[in-house]
């Protein structure tokens, strides 16, 4: 083959094809019209969602790379799932370098959009409900990433979910920025991942504001490097509506923060106010597990400054009425457990912030045995501040 | 019976038409242009896998094969079949799955209702390509004089054999990724050698198809003896047959942290005392996937008890539950010691 037509050759081969629009429309026929489109799709098209309900019967999936699927706007353009017979999500996504943005799940009969395995994703301007309100029959997660590198989750609004309205887990380097999760059961929920940035977000009337989770048994373990700044936690008090049986159904009643185990979490510049158990909580992991590579204390928790609003005043404890008349009326706003792998290892706080602690002595240990008291730390004046977040490509394919 | 008849008689008359034995059912010839390509042909007869369609009569080279343990769908009878292109031949690898040369092919239709009143739904196929193994599902027509490709899937009312009226999904062809998947790229699940009968192995080995019969292998029970049968290997063979695809390290479900495959013995793996993750109402109020000797405390059970989307397992493939498998995994837990 001469050089010229060898050339030609590899032109013919490489040049890659025009990326295109698909543009589907609500109607007669779309769940097999949207669903084709999702399968048909090549790396870098644009599946369009024009405005209007789309009455789906069947989960979704996409599974091709560097696909963008973008609506006419998260309440323009609505999947409306109240009508699914099968699979365990509204939408799952398999695939890397994926773009979500711009339209609405309603009522999954499972989670509302999983993705799993999928590097770079970004989820923006993403609505998922659950219409009828908080409800224990509620799907599970909204925003469901899951074993990825690379997650960006923006602009978006989760309510009605019965676990994590955004669900991030074992994953790394996350960002969740201005978001607004309400009515979940727990608003975020960074579980067994690293290097996440949670900011900006708004979690109201949740159970539980914002969690971060280290959980043993899983394929992918030790959480930490997670850093919570300049979020509003407000008005957190909604009854835990979570089935029995998942580790969030035991998150009490208006708690803000919860960290459960974890390496490295640092909680500055939030906002919270009204959130009647606890503002801030850390604690252990109680449950007998049997995992090696497992450690249940919390480690290296830093509470910076924030603004404490009222809070503690109407605690989901045990004991309520003894400790509010112990306290003063409102328990302080950081709530420990007390347990801690070496002293001081497990918590730190910053100058002014007050708490109180149930000095417990070994994990799982019954709070029967708690010796409430209020924290004597040493305030710190210094703290790392970890490299955290989403890769920043993910945020300029917004932009 | 009368099923096992049938598929004796599919299996003498396509090993005779391999053989070169002159068969009256051997004459069609498989496209390995459709097989192979790189399009998804639009109709099934496309690939010329059968000589008879209608009465899924298997073209030459077309070869029918069963499962001790089969997955369950809602009842249907399942007719398979692998193709071997000429002079190629499966490779066995101890007891797992049988390796497939380029150019093979799996194909697996679905039907409903006995004699006259079967009415074939789908046919999948599995295409080994170069670039690796691709999943088609297609679709019969209702004169069932043709199978086309339902890329997006699609769903029909149909009564199951246990007399249920259920909206039947056909996957599509992400959801057949969604089981045929281990870390992203598709593979076969059904014909691991554990799976298949000595006789099976031995008749295609004896033919030339399979390099040899593995020896040592373990075997899967027969689930004809599910009723009577040792509840223990019944039960892992109906997990590992019907979820371990998902629940698997490198499964669509592998966050999930349970591994239900045969071969699994950790006991928290294969979900004994092990909390769920991400159940959410599918746990059922449980604290665990599988309390032993409390089948009503399980969440595994409860799981596979259930038609509701949510909870129901699997999640797909399934729009009523498998009284059989039910009465196996209750009987398997209701066993376990503490």
Known sequence: MNRIALAAALLATAAPLAAETHVIAPGEGAQERLQEALILAEPGDEIVLEAGRFVLTDGLSLDVDGVTVRGAGMDASVLDFTGQMGAGEGLLVTSDNVTLRDFALENTKGDGIKSKGADNIVYHAIRVEWTGGPKETNGAYGIYPVESTGVLVTGSKVSGASDAGIYVGQSRDITVRGNLVQFNVAGIEIENSRNALVTGNIATRNTGGLLVFDLPGLPVMNGGNVVLRDNIMKDNDTANFAPPGNIVASVRRGTGVLVMANDGVLIEGNTLDNNPTAHVMVIAYTQPFEDARYNPHARNVVVGPNAFGRGGDDPQLDGKDMLLAAFGGALPPVLWDGLSESPESALKIASGVTGWTLNLSKVGQSLAEAQPGPLMLTPTTSWDVPEVGAPAALEARLK | ?338
């Open chain 2, 1 to 338: 019976m009368r099923r096992s008849v049938a598929l004796l008689l599919l299996a003498c008359a396509s090993f005779g038409a391999v053989l070169g034995h002159a068969s009256a059912t051997g004459v069609a010839a498989v496209s390995d242009a459709a097989v192979q390509g790189e399009s998804f042909p639009r109709k099934l007869s496309d690939f010329g896998f059968f000589a008879e369609a209608a009465r899924q009569v298997p073209a030459a080279g077309v070869t029918p094969y069963a499962l001790n343990t089969p997955l369950w769908s809602d009842g249907a009878e399942k007719l398979r079949f692998i193709y071997l292109p000429q002079g190629t031949q499966l490779a066995a690898e101890g007891d797992g799955l049988l390796r497939f040369p380029v150019g093979s092919a799996i194909i697996k239709t679905f039907a409903f209702g006995e004699g006259e009143a079967r009415r074939l739904i789908e046919t999948r196929v599995l295409l080994h390509r170069a670039e690796g193994w691709v999943a088609l599902p297609y679709r019969w027509n209702s004169e069932q004089t043709e199978a086309t490709l339902a890329l997006a899937g699609g769903r029909l009312d149909l009564v199951t054999p246990a007399g249920e009226a259920i909206s039947y999904a056909i996957p599509n062809k992400n959801q057949c990724k969604s089981c045929h998947s281990k870390d992203g790229e598709v593979i076969p699940i059904g014909p691991k050698a554990r799976n298949l009968s000595q006789e099976w192995l031995g008749g295609m080995a004896a033919a030339g198809l399979l390099d040899a019969v593995p020896v040592d292998a373990d075997s899967l029970p027969d689930w004809a003896t599910h009723a009577t049968g040792p509840a223990q290997p019944l039960a892992r063979a109906y997990l590992d047959v019907n979820c371990a695809h998902c629940h698997q390290p490198g499964g669509g479900a592998s966050n999930s942290g349970l591994d239900l495959r045969w071969e699994q013995d950790d006991p928290h793996a294969i979900g004994i005392m092990k909390r769920p993750v991400a159940a959410g109402r599918g746990a059922g109020g449980h604290d665990f996937s599988i309390l032993p000797g409390q089948p009503d405390k399980s969440i595994l059970l409860y799981r596979m008890d259930s038609a509701e989307p949510g909870v129901a397992m699997p999640e797909l493939g399934k729009a009523s539950v498998d009284r059989d498998g039910v009465a196996v995994v209750r009987r398997w837990i209701s066993e376990l010691k503490d």
